[in-house]
């Protein structure tokens, strides 16, 4: 994976859900919208699964679950942090990601092979506060 890369990885956080019984691998219904995001952002996106064996499941709440997202970590350190939270912002606005339960995760690898993971679920606010606060505690 490149610096610039971002893989989406089945399974819709804090769900459990990965792989359902008809052998399709779950991703949230919000997974294409965001893969647009990352485009537009200037990212490769790539997926785990060819688009036969994915499904997009969504569950009938006010909460959005995002795809689970991995990054290889890059010369500039605050770059996969930076990116979901303006992701988040651009998704749902300045205002409207405060009126959302989020379910976010997503794993940066480090250059020397060591992983970074996130997973949070709760008030938009305090989930982007979250992200923030881990993109400072690895990038040191």
């Given amino acids: ?61 006010a909460d959005a679950w995002l795809p689970v997202l991995a990054f290889a970590q890059s010369v500039l350190a605050n770059i996969p942090a930076n990116i979901i939270s303006t992701i988040i912002m651009q998704y749902f606005g300045e205002v409207g990601h405060k009126e959302k339960n989020l379910h976010v995760k997503f794993v940066v690898t480090s250059s020397d092979g060591s992983e970074h993971n996130f997973e949070a679920h709760g008030p938009g606010q305090e989930v982007v506060e979250a992200i923030n606060a881990f993109q400072r505690s690895y990038a040191g």
Avoid at 2 to 14: F, L, M, N, W
């Fill in 1 to 61: 994976m490149s610096t610039t890369e971002v893989q989406i990885r089945a399974g819709v956080p804090g769900t459990g859900m990965q792989r359902l019984d008809n052998g399709r691998y779950a991703y949230p219904a919000t997974t294409s919208d965001i893969a647009k995001l990352l485009r537009l952002n200037g990212f490769a996106v790539t997926y785990d699964h060819e688009r036969g064996e994915r499904i997009q499941v969504s569950h009938n709440a």
